[in-house]
């Protein structure tokens, strides 16, 4: 077949690519639809294209069964730029399969896209995933009454979410929950989303079950593969708590967005993992009982502590609540919550000896839709920044050069409104330290990580960049320019991306200005960066 058309390409090669890897296969429906329509059961299958990094779905069709490979690249692209909640649109660094024709087929449909086709007879995590499927379509009696999951998605977004308790503690401060109900003796709760991707709680059914994962995650390398990466999330024995928003939102997957929604357009999220059962939604009243308890008793007991809370290293804290449930007055539960000081050194000690002396690269900085290029701003120019409401100038050395100069600058451009976003985040971070491309091969394809390291010492991921002979034609000529100023540049942030000066902001355009200095990728202590990604 001939591939994608150079316009399609084009348009696709704008969107971000990040480092995920993708999963993709053809499935057959006749045990879900044969009860439904016992016509299209026999005539259809079903794609599945899932970020396996994230364990998202990004799309799923219904096709006949005669469509052919051709429906496969549909379905990738609609994947890449209008996913399912909560993806953003985004290529991925790699996709697999497990058919040798279809990755064949897809090796020749996504030339020039830099994305990787490999093959792998199995894969666990989206097997899972279509398995669960089957069985939320076979059995959608969930013998739990709608108004106990409305009570309990209540309580989870008033008490969990409207908290933002994952700003108050680290992932290795486990709180537990005594409940000696429902055949639950305690949970052990790690709240998710102190690294900005993903937002909930994981209550473990047991302790060794946490600290069991926990070791398998330390043990994986750099050089696990992603079938190692789902045997071990699957090891897991935990119910959870996840956050999304609704997916009519015209700008999906944002994490700025999503922190923007109204409480009736979050969604909370139930399931459970067991390695026996794999990923499913919680379906009876046995584990809405427990789950309902330890959510309130949790978020109770950050709003009694939160001032205690905020302290690091964690106190022993510990209070007793009496619960009862909304829907049944009449029984009431002891329900003991507390920290644990002595497992949170445990776990914290245990993760500093796997990465002592690894760059946490941040990756949520920079929407999508976001436009990147290299520029020169006039100081002279710089009042009209600095005169611009809202605006943010950060400047140290810059005023020292001759008023004609231009310094060199590195832009992104976005709107107006994900730009302020933005701004304050690196202000809040005391401005940008300094400013790294880093060159290297990931997944046989020569690309440059545009990184910046924040007074904070955070390190942010702003771009990464395919180096074609073009863009390393700029980058040359604009790391010259920066020579020249002894190092001495500039990032940018401008609004206007759906405007006339797209792609080539104007000075009117540009909302916050950072000094900085630009370094090499040995000084950035980034040498192993690509081993990490």
Not at 326 to 349: G, I, R, Y
């Amino acid at each position: 077949m001939s591939s994608l058309p150079i316009t399609t390409k084009k348009r696709l090669q704008r969107i971000p690519q990040l480092s995920n890897v993708w999963e993709g296969n053809m499935f057959p429906v006749e045990e879900m639809m044969e009860n439904i329509d016992p016509d299209l059961a026999e005539t259809a299958q079903c794609i599945l294209w899932i970020d396996a990094s994230e364990g998202i779905v990004r799309s799923m069709d219904v096709i006949r069964k005669d469509t052919g490979f051709e429906a496969m690249v549909r379905a990738l692209l609609k994947a890449i730029e209008n996913p399912h909640s909560p993806g953003e649109p985004c290529r991925p660094q790699k996709v697999v399969v497990k058919d040798r024709e279809l990755q064949f087929f897809l090796r020749g449909a996504l030339q020039d896209l830099a994305i990787t086709v490999d093959y792998q007879p199995d894969l666990p995590l989206l097997d899972e995933i279509w398995r669960n499927f089957k069985l939320f379509q076979q059995d959608s009696s969930i013998n739990i009454p709608v108004a106990w999951m409305q009570e309990l998605e209540k309580e989870a977004i008033n008490l969990i979410w409207d908290q933002e308790i994952w700003n108050l503690i680290a992932e290795y401060d486990i709180i537990e929950i005594q409940l000696n109900t429902h055949d639950v003796e305690s949970l052990y709760a790690c709240v998710m989303g102190m690294m900005g991707k993903e937002f909930g709680v994981i209550f473990y059914r047991s302790l060794d079950s946490m600290k069991q994962f926990r070791s398998l995650a330390v043990d994986l390398d750099d050089e696990a593969s992603e079938a190692e990466l789902e045997r071990s999330f699957l090891q897991q024995d935990c119910w959870f708590l996840n956050f999304s928003h609704d997916e009519d939102d015209d700008k999906k997957g944002n994490l700025f967005d999503l922190f923007s929604k109204d409480d009736d357009e979050v969604e909370a999220l139930f399931g459970s993992i067991h390695p026996y059962e794999g990923i499913r939604p919680i379906s009876e009243q046995e584990e809405a009982i427990p789950v309902y308890l330890a959510v309130r008793a949790l978020g109770l007991f950050f709003a009694q502590f939160e001032k205690e809370l905020e302290k690091e290293p964690l106190d022993l804290l510990t209070t007793t609540f009496k619960l009862t449930l909304p829907w049944d007055k009449n029984e009431s539960f002891s329900v003991q919550v507390n920290t644990m000081p002595e497992l949170a050194v445990e776990l914290e000690e245990m993760g500093d000896d796997d990465d002592d002396d690894d760059v946490v690269l941040k990756t949520n900085l920079i929407p999508s839709g976001s436009m990147f290029n290299f520029g020169f701003v006039p100081i002279l120019a710089l009042p009209i920044i600095d005169d611009k409401r809202g605006s943010h100038l950060d400047l140290t050395d810059i005023l020292d050069f001759a008023p004609d100069s231009n310094i060199p600058t590195f832009m992104v451009q976005n709107t107006r409104g994900k730009i302020k976003e933005i701004i304050d985040v690196l202000a809040e971070d005391d401005g940008i330290e300094s400013l790294c491309f880093a060159l290297g091969n990931h997944d046989g394809e020569k690309v440059c990580l545009v990184v910046i390291q924040t007074y904070e010492d955070e390190y942010y991921l702003l771009s990464e960049i395919n180096c074609d002979a073009r863009f390393m034609k700029a980058l040359n000529k604009w790391q010259e320019k920066v020579e020249e100023f002894d190092g001495c540049c500039a990032v940018a942030f401008a609004m206007g991306v759906t405007g006339a000066s797209k792609g080539n902001p104007e000075m009117k355009d540009i909302l916050g200005f950072f000094e900085t200095t630009m370094i090499s990728v040995e000084d950035a202590g980034l040498e192993d960066l690509f081993d990490s990604i």
